[in-house]
């Protein structure tokens, strides 16, 4: 939050992806006694190879010349009784397809199956099926049934059929924004999704290995599923460690890029990635350009996140020491996450005493007020959300760290200035602001002086009969009523500042 904090932020991310031992055929060696998995690509899709010129080859689309023409299955031909409709995805690993059985839709993944003489290639899909099977979670991709059959050129394929998200990847997103600018709030609501289906995997023993934004589908209802989980692992104890090297180079851990062992950590890692893409408001190809070649803009696309919550979160999420790194279940105790458990009314949330004390939980409860968007978003629920965090202020405004945080982050105050100002405010929120307004100016002459001068700042450049005008003195009447000090400090700051037009408004019911 102070300069140190800050300097801390940037040397942490800039050093993040600072693997001087990395050169870029890592990921296509073999250790010695491993097998080499790669998914090498700079398309968030997972599937178009990077051009020569450093751009990735768009990821073939249904309704492209060609595409929804399979390969594998041909259109409106009908196996184990699903109809297929269009392919909606294709790589080395076989082709998806969209089916009809009945009035449903599915998604149906087709895979060639190996010879018999290939026992890796063939235990690679019986793992994949039987590792889908057993997950059962609300934001993994629910599997339906698999079963064998041929494909247009008689070769024997296995078949699985999952549910099927209409909304794609948020890798299709990426692909569709070119500044990658997607609301906060929908991102956290993605990660804290993707959080319990990562802890739920870990828990079960399952590393995914390659966690990007084209393996997290969006189901009708924005709700996150995490999917493939061809390069998934199994590690039977506590403590065991693989080393494989797999995974996509643009997300994939430091301590696998470098061959060493790794675990459920790597896991974090690609996660923390996906989600400094989302909130970096960067192009995807600018992105991976300074993720694997041009490292020295890391620290200036990480200044553009403006929470300074979710800016702590990355960092313990990119940590380049596995050891050192968050685990899935402490995500959940990040003041981050649960700033969005508690405003979103999660049931298993409640507050603490201990939050107060919090500064992180703190400035992510007012951040919520900064970015949830009032005058871009006039919804129930964003009304909800902001009236459960002027509650939580209200609630812990006597704790001396929150005083120093509205008095030290400059445009805390100015946020609730603005939200007071707002005309669609109900009455209750508008009254407990009053009351963080009054206990802050109670404090001491600082806080009042900040009080005052932000008052003047936003009477100043107040246009003639708006808001401000109507709701700016009385404001300041109850203010003085409350504490009489902060009228003479009011007073003094308007003349030192020479603010004619603020002391015209603000004191005239004085």
């Not at 889908?132 to 296995?158: A, G, R, T, W, Y």
């Not at 699985?160 to 909304?167: I, R």
């Not at 200036?300 to 050192?324: C, H, N, T, W, Y």
């Not at 003639?464 to 404001?475: A, C, G, Y």
Request: glycine letters at 4%.
């Amino acid at each position: 939050m102070g300069n140190s904090s800050a300097s801390r932020s940037e040397n942490s991310i800039a050093k993040f992806l600072m693997r001087e031992e990395d050169d870029d055929d890592a990921y296509e060696r073999p250790q010695s006694g491993s097998t080499t998995t790669s998914s090498n690509t700079s398309s968030p899709n997972g599937n178009a190879p990077p051009s020569k010129a450093g751009k990735p080859l768009r990821s073939p689309k249904v309704g492209d010349p060609f595409v929804d023409l399979g390969v594998m299955l041909s259109i409106d031909s009908i196996y184990h009784g699903y109809q297929i409709t269009s392919l909606i995805g294709k790589g080395s690993y076989g082709e998806v397809y969209l089916v009809k059985k009945g009035n449903a839709n599915y998604a149906l993944k087709v895979l060639e199956l190996p010879k018999t003489t290939d026992r890796e290639a063939v235990e690679a899909i019986d793992k994949e099926i039987k590792i889908l099977k057993n997950l059962k979670h609300p934001n993994i991709m629910q599997f339906i049934e698999e079963f064998p059959l041929k494909d247009q050129m008689d070769k024997s394929c296995v078949g699985v059929v999952t549910e099927y998200c209409q909304k794609g990847t948020i890798g299709d997103i990426i692909e569709k924004d070119l500044h990658v600018n997607i609301n906060v709030w929908r991102v956290l609501a993605w990660f804290t999704q993707l959080c319990s289906a990562l802890k739920y995997c870990h828990e079960e023993g399952i590393i995914h290995r390659d966690i990007k934004p084209s393996n997290m589908l969006i189901g009708e209802d924005d709700t996150l599923r995490l999917c493939d989980f061809g390069l998934a692992k199994m590690l039977n104890s506590k403590g065991a460690v693989t080393y494989t090297i797999c995974g996509t180079p643009l997300y994939v851990a430091p301590e696998i890029a470098l061959q060493r062992p790794y675990a459920f950590s790597c896991d974090i890692y690609s996660m923390g990635l996906c989600v400094f893409e989302l909130t970096c408001q960067q192009q995807h190809d600018l992105f991976y350009r300074a993720v694997l070649r041009e490292r020295e803009k890391i620290p200036g696309m990480f200044e553009k996140i403006k929470l300074a919550s979710l800016k702590d979160l990355i960092r313990k999420m990119v940590e380049p020491d596995p050891d050192l790194r968050i685990s899935a279940a402490n995500l959940f105790k990040h003041p981050y996450v649960r700033c969005y458990r508690y405003l979103t009314s999660n049931p298993d949330y409640t507050l603490t005493p201990t939050e107060g004390s919090d500064v992180y939980f703190i400035s992510a409860i007012i951040e919520a007020i900064v970015f949830e968007g009032l005058q871009n978003n006039e919804t129930s629920r964003t009304y909800s959300v902001i009236s459960k965090a002027v509650n939580c202020i209200l609630l812990f405004i006597h704790e001396q760290s929150v005083i120093e945080l509205l008095t030290k982050e400059q445009q805390y105050i100015k946020a609730l200035f603005s939200l007071y100002l707002d005309s669609h405010l109900n009455a209750t929120v508008k009254t407990e602001l009053s009351q963080i307004f009054i206990t802050y100016i109670q404090t001491s002459e600082r806080c009042r002086k900040h009080f005052a001068n932000t008052l003047i700042e936003i009477a100043q450049r107040s246009p003639e009969s708006s808001v401000e005008e109507r709701t700016l003195p009385p404001l300041v009447s109850l203010l003085s009523q409350n504490e009489p000090a902060f009228i003479t400090t009011l007073s003094t700051q308007l003349e030192f500042r020479d603010a004619p037009k603020a002391s015209k408004l603000l004191l005239s019911q004085q």
